[in-house]
C-alpha cells in the first residue's frame, strides 16, 4: 500500500523494512487516547476556521473507538503505527474529510500527546492500586499492634519491636511512591499538541483550546522541546523503580519468614505454589515472582535513560523505543500490587515464634545498657558492662532474664530488681514512645494518620 508520508518516495519499502519500522503492535493499545486526542484537534480547527468539517470527523472517529473496542478492527502493520492507523481507517469512511484531520500536527506532537495522555490515566491507576495496599497492610498492622518480634540489622537480632511497626514502614515507602507519582503526573500533564514536527506551524492553532478539552493544566513552551522531551517518562520509569524496589524488600523478608528457619509467616494456599518431586514442600513463589520481576521495571528505566543520552534535538525515530519499556513496567506493576495486597491479606503470622525470636539474641541489651544510663552511669560504659553481660551468658547458655541479681550485681552495683521490668519484651518495646519508634502508642497513633490518608485520597 502506499504510505500516508510516501509522496517523495518512488519505491516501496522492503517487507522486513515494514516489520522493523511498525510499532502498531505495542502503541496499539493508546487507540483511546489517539482517538480523544484527534476529536479535540479537529474542534479546534473548526473553531479556529481551518478546517469546516470536524463533526463528521468527530463521528467517524467516534466510530472507530466502538469498533476497535468491539474488536472489529484489524491494524495494519505497514500502516506502522496506531496514529497513521486510525487517519487510514478515516480516510476509508469518510473520504475527503478524514485526510484534513492531521492539518496542524505531526506525528511528533501527536504521540507526544498520546504517550502523555495514557500515561496520566495510569498513573491514576496504579496509585489507586498503591492506596489498596497501604489499606491492606494498615488494617494487618491494625491486628498486631502488640505482637512482638526482634528487629533486625545486618540480618542479626537488634532489638524488640511489634509487628505493627514493621508493615508500617513499609507504608511510609509506598506514601513515598505516592507523593513521587504525583510529582510525575504533575510534569506529564502538559501538552504538546501544537508543536508540529518541531517547528510548530503556521496555523493559527488554539493551543489552550485543545489544553482544556483533554483536562490538561499547562502547555509546553518550546515546540523543540515539545516534541523530543521524555524525561516524564523516565521520572515514571524512576517512580515505578521505587515501587518495586520496596516490593522487593518485603519480598525477601516473607521469603525468609517463610522458611523453617524463622517460621513466622504461613502463606496462604492461593499465594502458594508446589513442587513437582518433593510433596512437602510450600513455595512462596509469588514473593519470589515479584522479586524476580523488579529486575524487569529497573531494565526498562536504564534502557530509556540509554536511549535519550545521545539524541540530538528534536525527533529522532530511536525514541520509539521509549514505549515497550513503558508499558511492560506499567503492566509488571499493575499486575503485583493486586498479588502482594492478597499475600498479606491472607497470611497467616506466627505470634508465638516471633516473640521467642525477640526474646533470643539479646536484644534488649541496649535496654539493659540504657536502665544503666539513667542510674547515672556512662553510656560507654554502660556498653561495656552489658557487653560482658552478654558475654557471660553466652558462654553460660543463659539469657538477661536469667541472671540471677548476684550475678548482675558482680558487673556493676547499681543494679537492683527494677532490672527485670525494663528488660521484658514489652517494656522494652512499649517505653520508645518517642515520635517515630515502635510503643503501642505511636503505632495506633499512625494507623490512624494512615486511615486519614486513605480517606482523604479515596475522596479525591
Excluded at 514493621?166 to 507519582?181: G, S
Excluded at 521520572?235 to 517460621?263: G, P, Q, T, V, Y
Excluded at 504461613?266 to 520481576?293: F, H, V, W
Aim: with cysteine.
Amino acid at each position: 500500500m502506499s504510505k500516508l508520508w510516501g509522496g517523495r518516495f518512488c519505491a516501496q519499502t522492503d517487507e522486513k523494512t515494514d516489520h522493523f519500522h511498525s510499532s502498531i503492535s505495542f502503541d496499539k493499545r493508546m487507540y483511546k487516547q489517539d482517538i480523544n486526542g484527534s476529536i479535540a484537534h479537529a474542534k479546534m480547527l473548526a473553531k479556529q476556521g481551518i478546517i469546516g468539517d470536524a463533526e463528521s470527523i468527530a463521528e467517524g472517529l467516534r466510530g472507530i473507538l466502538a469498533d476497535i473496542e468491539q474488536g472489529k478492527i484489524e491494524f495494519d502493520e505497514s500502516a506502522e503505527d496506531i496514529h497513521m492507523n486510525i487517519e487510514k481507517i478515516l480516510s476509508e469512511r469518510i473520504g475527503e474529510a478524514g485526510k484534513r484531520l492531521h492539518t496542524g500536527r505531526s506525528r511528533n506532537d501527536q504521540v507526544a500527546l498520546d504517550i502523555r495522555m495514557y500515561v496520566k490515566d495510569e498513573i491514576t491507576e496504579i496509585r489507586r492500586l498503591l492506596v489498596t495496599t497501604i489499606r491492606v497492610l494498615n488494617d494487618t498492622a491494625k491486628e498486631h499492634t502488640d505482637t512482638i518480634m526482634p528487629g533486625y540489622t545486618h540480618l542479626q537480632r537488634a532489638q524488640p519491636i511489634n509487628l505493627a511497626h514493621h508493615l508500617l514502614a513499609y507504608i511510609e515507602m509506598f506514601k513515598r511512591d505516592i507523593d513521587r507519582l504525583n510529582d510525575t503526573y504533575r510534569r506529564t500533564d502538559v501538552m504538546p499538541l501544537g508543536s508540529g514536527a518541531l517547528a510548530a506551524t503556521t496555523y493559527p492553532l488554539d493551543r489552550d483550546f485543545v489544553a482544556a478539552e483533554l483536562g490538561f493544566s499547562a502547555l509546553t513552551l518550546n515546540s523543540l522541546d515539545g516534541v523530543s522531551d521524555r524525561d516524564f517518562l523516565v521520572d515514571l520509569l524512576a517512580a515505578l523503580s521505587l515501587i518495586m524496589m520496596h516490593l522487593s524488600r518485603f519480598c525477601e523478608e516473607i521469603i525468609l519468614w517463610a522458611s523453617h528457619e524463622f517460621k513466622f509467616i504461613e502463606l496462604d494456599d492461593a499465594y502458594s505454589t508446589g513442587s513437582s518431586i518433593m510433596p512437602q514442600k510450600k513455595n512462596p513463589d509469588m514473593a519470589e515472582l515479584i522479586r524476580g520481576k523488579t529486575g524487569r521495571v529497573y531494565g526498562g528505566l536504564m534502557g530509556l535513560l540509554t536511549v535519550m543520552k545521545g539524541l540530538p534535538l528534536a525527533y529522532n525515530k530511536d525514541m520509539q523505543e521509549d514505549k515497550e519499556g513503558v508499558f511492560d513496567a506499567i503492566d509488571t506493576v499493575k499486575m503485583i500490587l493486586p498479588v502482594f495486597a492478597g499475600m498479606i491479606d491472607t497470611a497467616k503470622f506466627n505470634k508465638g515464634n516471633m516473640y521467642k525470636a525477640a526474646g533470643g539474641g539479646f536484644t534488649n541489651a541496649t535496654d539493659a545498657a540504657d536502665w544503666l544510663v539513667k542510674k547515672g552511669m556512662p553510656f560507654r560504659d554502660a556498653h561495656e558492662v552489658i557487653g560482658k553481660m552478654v558475654l557471660y551468658c553466652i558462654n553460660n547458655n543463659k539469657s538477661l532474664e536469667e541472671l540471677t541479681m548476684a550475678e548482675y550485681k558482680e558487673l556493676s552495683p547499681l543494679f537492683n530488681e527494677e532490672i527485670y521490668d525494663a528488660i521484658s519484651l514489652e517494656k522494652c518495646v512499649n517505653a520508645r514512645v518517642v515520635k517515630g519508634g515502635p510503643s503501642k502508642e505511636n503505632v495506633l497513633e499512625l494507623i490512624v494518620i494512615n486511615e486519614r490518608y486513605i480517606r482523604e485520597f479515596t475522596n479525591e
